[in-house]
């Protein structure tokens, strides 16, 4: 709105009043209005996709961490001591999501760089993946759950949409989902790992179609060699089709 309007809007504003509480027209203050700008507009514009998905036109993953770590959205933040957006390649062959950081990660600032984490970069590095050149590694939830617990589902929803907002702007070729706390958040699902692993999935978001895999969270890994079978064969299965998507 320019200028201009906004003072004939004032002027009618006060002319109006005058006539109801007074009769008489009086002296009105004058106004320092300004044009919008339209650039200030444009970086908070939001457009709607065909398929109803809430996207940030001029999104960035630099602008996403930033609004991730002033988020004052959910109890985690009053006992974290950093926030862990994500880290990895742009628009990568493989976004790996887990469900939220540890201690390491917590102290650090960055996902999966515990014991968990680097199981997960042996994981991936069995079917010519790594974080360094062709993945991004992400979580459900970007604070640390105190004493590591499962997010609560207040807590998911207050983060849903930064994840949202990664996975529309990275565009993957496909994701990966560790555990049942990301399996649940992102399928909206009550099943458990167990009975849907090495299976894939449609994840649609602003018009595009991810194949998506669950698996076991390497943390369950270290607690039972039994996992290792599994997530073996669920991997060999993602890297057939990522081969056969490059045909």
């Given at each position: ?63 996403i961490a930033g609004e991730i ?179």
């Open positions: 709105m320019t200028i201009e309007d906004k003072q004939k809007i004032a002027d009618f504003i006060g002319i109006t009043s005058d006539f109801f509480f007074s009769g008489y027209i009086s002296n009105h203050e004058e106004y320092n209005f300004t044009d919008d700008s339209e650039d200030a507009l444009d970086t908070q514009h939001e457009s709607v996709s065909q398929n109803g998905e809430i996207t940030e036109e001029n999104d960035s993953l630099e602008k770590k002033a988020c004052m959205n959910c109890p985690l933040a009053a006992t974290r001591k950093n926030t862990v957006p994500g880290e990895g390649v742009l628009h990568p062959l493989v976004l790996v999501i887990g469900e939220g950081p540890g201690a390491d990660e917590d102290t650090q600032g960055r996902p999966f760089v515990g014991r968990a984490g680097q199981l997960l970069d042996k994981i991936l590095a069995s079917i010519q993946l790594s974080r360094k050149s062709n993945c991004f590694i992400a979580n459900v939830v970007k604070c640390r759950p105190p004493n590591n617990r499962d997010p609560h589902p207040e807590e998911r929803k207050a983060c849903a949409h930064f994840l949202r907002r990664q996975i529309a702007f990275l565009k993957p070729k496909f994701i990966l989902l560790t555990g049942n706390v990301a399996a649940q958040s992102l399928l909206q699902i009550k099943e458990q790992v167990g009975k849907i692993h090495g299976r894939f999935f449609d994840f649609n978001i602003d018009n595009l179609t991810i194949p998506l895999m669950v698996t076991y969270h390497p943390s369950a890994l270290l607690y039972s060699d039994e996992y290792k079978r599994p997530v073996w064969e669920d991997l060999k299965l993602l890297r057939a089709r990522i081969e056969n998507n490059e045909q």
